[in-house]
């Protein structure tokens, strides 16, 4: 089926289903970290959802993953918000294994000792938060897991202060200007 058109700017083209993710994949692109037999793994994911306060946050990730069998041998990994200036190392991250490679060493991060869990800390990265799994209901299916934060961190001097967001097929976007509307947010003024 063709393009419907009804009025300029309310045309709806088919999209192909397989990438349709990509529409809501815009929350910023994270590290998860992992340590598993004494050895730190690092694995890029964009595939997330915040479901929650607490806080709470899903990942997707799949099991042809090297990280895949530390996080669910050990239940626990370390979520980092990388920033612009990481981006190259960031993909390249995601596109090697550390069944391989040693990523914190090749990509020159640094790994620091978090105080909740075993999985290191990103050094360089915007925030870190320690985490476990909460529900692994939709792991089988969907191959998504449900981490709880219990620490987290963030980086009092970092390099950049943007994050970056994945809209598909290896293109991102990076943060631009910030707008301040708190004067409006006058019902939900510390909450979201
Ligand atoms: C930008 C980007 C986003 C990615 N997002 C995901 C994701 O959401 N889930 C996933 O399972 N893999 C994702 N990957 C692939 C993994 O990061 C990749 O398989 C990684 O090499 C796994 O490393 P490991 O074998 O050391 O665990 C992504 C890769 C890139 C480059």
Known sequence: MGARKTAKGNTQAPFPLDRAFTFAESGPVLLIATRRKGKNNLMTVSCHASMGFEPTIGICLGPWNYSYEALTETGECVV?????????????????????????????????????????????????????????????????????????????????????????????????????????????????
């Not at 990265?125 to 799994?133: A, D, K, Q, S, T």
């Not at 969907?142 to 709880?148: Q, S, T």
């Not at 963030?154 to 943007?162: I, Q």
């Open 80 to 192: 980092a918000i990388p920033h612009a200036g990481l981006l190259e190392a960031v993909v390249d991250i995601g596109n090697c294994s550390g069944r391989d490679v040693d990523k914190f060493k090749t990509f020159g991060l640094t790994a620091r000792p978090g105080e909740v869990v075993k999985a290191p800390l990103v050094g360089e990265c915007l925030f870190n938060l320690e985490c476990r799994i909460v529900n692994t209901q939709l792991v089988d299916e969907h191959n998504f897991f449900v981490l709880r934060g219990l620490k987290a961190w963030r980086n009092s001097d970092p390099a950049d202060t943007r994050t970056f967001h994945a809209i598909g097929d290896g293109t991102f976007v990076i943060d631009g200007e910030t707008v301040d509307l708190r004067h409006r947010m006058t019902k939900w003024q510390h909450c979201i």
